[in-house]
């Protein structure tokens, strides 16, 4: 039986800039994003496991995307961003050693085209997480259970068969 008020209150600040080089050819782009998480829970039947826990984290962003000429309907790309996961405020204050925000950093390189009313993009993925999010069902909580690592790739076109009308698809591989 459980019965708690649990509160996650999270403040952000985000930087970002981007620059065009080479006449519009090469888009460069950084961010960083600071956060901080505080956990409050309040059990309403063990008052001994209420308590309030605080973590933040900082996740940058780049991304350069190189277009070689604007006769080719060319651009490849490369991006890299982390985001991040908090634990629920339940398991942050019963287990206050254990990770309370996770990462996840996600890697990409790929390519896209544009032909007239055709689109088309390609990308490989790596993703790469501090810590797995798992559901722990005796308890209703959550908590990190370690790393773990993805990776695929993506395909993704687009018709326009008229000016408000376009047929999408796409094919991801994880």
């Known amino acids: 039986t459980t019965r708690a008020n649990a509160h996650v209150t999270n403040a952000a600040g ?4 981007a620059l065009d080089l080479m006449h519009g050819h090469l888009h460069l782009e950084a961010g960083l994003r600071y956060d901080y998480f505080r956990f409050k829970l309040e059990d309403r039947v063990d008052p001994q ?8 984290r900082v996740q940058p962003k780049a991304s350069l995307a190189y277009t070689p000429s604007d006769r080719l309907p060319l651009t490849v790309y490369v991006n890299y961003g982390r985001g991040i996961s908090s634990q629920d405020a339940r398991g942050v204050v019963q287990r206050p050693d254990s990770p309370r925000v996770s ?3 996600f890697y990409q390189v790929g390519t896209s085209h544009r032909f007239s009313r055709f689109a088309l993009s390609t990308d490989l993925f790596l993703i790469d997480r501090s810590n ?11 908590e990190f259970k370690g790393p773990s690592r993805a990776y695929g790739g993506e395909v993704k076109g687009s018709v326009q068969l008229t000016r408000h009308l376009s047929l999408n698809g796409g094919l991801t591989k994880v």
């Open 14 to 17: 985000y930087a970002q800039h």
């Open 49 to 56: 496991q209420s308590g309030a826990q605080g973590a933040s």
């Open 103 to 105: 990462t996840t950093d």
């Open 132 to 142: 797995e999010q798992v559901y722990i069902p005796d308890d209703g909580s959550l």
